[in-house]
């Protein structure tokens, strides 16, 4: 390539690297790299000079696309290798750069002073450290100037009452820009990306950094950890964790408790990111310590440590899970029962904290330490866990009462005892969230009582039965909606015209209540009554029969003998029609019927098969999917329980055509050695699908 190509070549990487567009800017670093990386030493520095004036013309403009391209491309020269004079300059610009109007850019200067840190070693920090830290100082503390006073906010109020100014409290909106809802989840100046600069010059430089970590910078690096912004925090246990890996050991044993309460707080943020970054932090920092200072943190670091595999955020639970196998090995239940008190103490206050995530997490803990840890050191602290569940039963957040309802389950099986005391009160909260509006609230409610009837036998048979001859038959009683669609032209009352026009009714969807899945959401009082969670639309009279549906599929399994009973009941309910959610109701009984068929054995369910026919085949064509896939599986699985041929002797002459219908899966081959040349697709079924170990 001649000297004309070369400059040619240069105008245009610069040209690229100063596009509008991030896909442009991007192509043309790429091609410079590749450049840089495929030309012999003379033409990678003949193209570098003639690059040279468009970087700087680059650096020095006005557009800030043109600015982070320049810094980009000035990344890529120093990689593949410079002089001093370039990187003189080079830090010059970036320094110039170091509070940039753009976040882009300054983020782009702290990528190239660290390269400029991998070249120049420590004395890059000591050129720039200076003006960074200043720039961490001058940004750490902001005027809010637009601010609306607590007086201004107390006054909007003043002529509501009470009530109303408790929910403004607790939903109190805010201006966009104002409030401390901006303070969390806005930037903060430059102070994000200067923690993110010294960051980089810290990682450029490695284990030779270690010496300039003075307690002076260490408390800086802490003061973002307390900050109100959560990117500041968050950047702050990344430059922990970069901290951590140039610390010298004998320094990093010394500072280790004070790093255990950082890294603590940071485990239990309320925001997701907050605590990815602090378990990465985490995991450097366990890994670097030797064996006896490692066991020296577990006190403090082991409860959230603990938690956050069950925390909701993917990335938090999956890194958490990781890191657990990484440093507890095969030990970690030994762990956890040494350090019990602790962890149960974290578990309850987690219990209570403001994110609903956190709390629903909390209550998955406590179910697995009742099960899976040395049931000793479990066993003293049986009645602090289960009043946390308590109070987590009454929660406004359905998945934290669903998680709760798990645990006293597994609570019950495994510390029979020490629940005794409290049984009566969960009884109480069994019984009322087997008809909460939530389904798997409602079936988990069933599980648990399941686990009660293993526990303590036919007396809670006996209460069990007793409350499910009220709720079975309660779908009876669902009112009707047929009055508001009566005038459609269909077969059904519930058909596709009637479905389309529910679907649309601005009655269903107007004016009604908005619930937020953030984990900003308040936490509301507690209360005291069995379901005084916040937010609950009135119970619908089905739910009662659907909860109850899922106790029957329980019972069957711990008390067989007592299922007969609401047999005829079932069947009765799986012919309502008369409600828009009867075909979810009707779901739910074929889900659970083959379970309940299994539990009571072919003989004592063989006499109740005719009257479910009828029902039963009526779903397999609803129109409801979920209904008719269910119903499908429903008829296969009493099928291959009563046998192909006895079951087709009960059916007429039209279910057995409806017997081809697509939901109905096969026969199962009969089992022997000699089975698999019996049916026409016995090779086939007899290879089955593999388990995908879901309950």
């Known amino acids: 390539m001649d000297d004309l190509q070369v400059i040619s070549f240069a105008s245009d990487l610069a040209k690229g690297l100063g596009d509008q567009t991030h896909l442009g800017r991007e192509k043309a670093v790429e091609k410079l790299r590749a450049s840089l990386q495929s030309y012999g030493q003379d033409q990678a520095l003949e193209l570098t000079n003639a690059l040279k004036p468009h970087l700087f013309e680059l650096l020095s403009s006005e557009a800030w696309e043109k600015r982070l391209g320049g810094f980009k491309g000035s990344q890529v020269i120093l990689e593949a290798g410079s002089d001093q004079d370039l990187q003189e300059l080079l830090l010059k610009h970036a320094l110039r750069c170091l509070e940039d109007s753009e ?127 959560r990117f500041v925090r968050e950047i702050g246990y990344f430059v922990i964790r970069s901290m951590v890996s140039s610390m010298p050991t004998d320094l990093l044993v010394s500072v280790s408790d004070e790093l255990s309460k950082q890294l603590s707080d940071g485990l239990s943020d309320n925001w997701s990111q907050v605590r990815y970054a602090a378990s990465v932090a985490t995991r450097a920092f366990v890994e670097a310590l030797p064996g006896e200072a490692r066991e020296a943190c577990f006190s403090v670091l082991l409860p959230p440590m603990c938690l956050n595999r069950y925390y909701v955020a993917e990335g938090v639970r999956l890194y958490s899970q990781e890191t657990w196998r990484l440093v507890m090995g095969d030990g970690g239940r030994e762990w956890t029962a040494k350090f019990a008190n602790e962890v149960v103490s974290y578990y309850i206050a987690q219990s209570k904290a403001n994110n609903h995530a956190v709390r629903e997490a909390a209550c998955a803990c406590i179910a697995e330490l009742m099960v899976k840890v040395d049931s000793d050191a479990v066993r003293p602290h049986v009645s602090r866990l ?125 004016n009604q209540t908005m619930f937020s899945c953030g984990s900003l959401a308040p936490k509301l009082q507690r209360g005291s009554g069995c379901m005084d969670h916040g937010f609950s639309r009135e119970k619908e009279p089905w739910e009662a029969s659907d909860g109850a549906l899922y106790m029957l599929r ?38 659970c019927l083959p379970k309940i068929a299994t539990g009571m054995g072919k003989k004592a369910f063989k006499p109740y098969v005719e009257m479910l026919l009828d029902p039963m085949f009526h779903s397999l064509s609803c129109g409801h999917q979920l209904a008719e896939v269910a119903a499908g599986e429903c008829i296969g699985a009493i099928r291959d329980l009563l046998g192909p041929n006895i079951f087709a002797g009960r059916l007429s002459d039209q279910q057995q055509l409806e017997m081809s219908n697509p939901n109905i899966p096969p026969p199962k081959p009969p089992s022997g050695p000699s089975a698999m040349g019996r049916h026409p697709m016995g090779n086939l079924h007899a290879l089955g699908t593999p388990s995908l170990g879901v309950k």
Request: hydrophobic share 40%; net charge negative.
């Open 554 to 591: 329980e019972l069957a399994q711990v008390a067989p003998k007592e299922v007969p009973r609401f047999l005829p009941d079932v069947a009765e309910i799986a012919g309502l029609k008369h409600f828009a959610h009867a075909v979810n109701l009707h779901e739910t009984i074929w889900k």
């Open 103 to 229: 976040v882009r850019v300054r983020q782009a200067v702290g990528d190239l002073l660290g390269m400029l840190a991998k070249l120049e070693g420590t004395s890059l920090y000591e050129k720039v450290s200076k003006p960074i830290l200043e720039s961490i100082e001058s940004s750490f503390d902001r005027d809010d100037g637009g601010r609306t006073t607590d007086d201004e906010d107390s006054a909007a109020g003043d002529s509501a009452g009470f009530m109303d100014q408790m929910m403004q409290q607790v939903y109190k909106v805010d201006t966009p820009g104002k409030g401390q809802m901006r303070h969390m989840s806005e930037g903060w100046k430059c102070l994000e990306t200067s923690y993110r600069a010294l960051q980089k010059v810290m990682e450029g430089c490695g284990e030779d950094f270690g010496p300039f970590l003075t307690p002076a910078l260490r408390d800086l690096i802490y003061r973002s950890l307390l900050h109100p912004n």
């Open 386 to 510: 289960l009043g946390a569940l308590l109070l987590a039963f009454k929660d406004a957040s359905w998945p934290v009462r669903d998680a709760a309802c798990v645990a006293t389950g597994r609570c019950v099986g495994a510390f029979k005892e020490e629940t005794l005391p409290m049984l009566d009160d969960l009884y109480e909260l069994w019984f009322a969230h087997l008809w909460d509006n939530i389904p798997s609230v409602r079936e988990d409610s069933a599980v648990a009582l399941g686990n009660v009837v293993r526990s303590y036998g036919q007396e809670a048979v006996d209460k069990i039965v007793e409350k499910m001859k009220v709720m079975l038959p309660h779908a009876k009683e669902q009112p009707s909606e047929s009055h508001r669609y009566a005038g459609l032209d269909n077969t059904t009352t519930f058909g596709v015209a009637a479905k389309r026009a529910r679907d649309n009714d601005e009655a269903l969807h107007t």
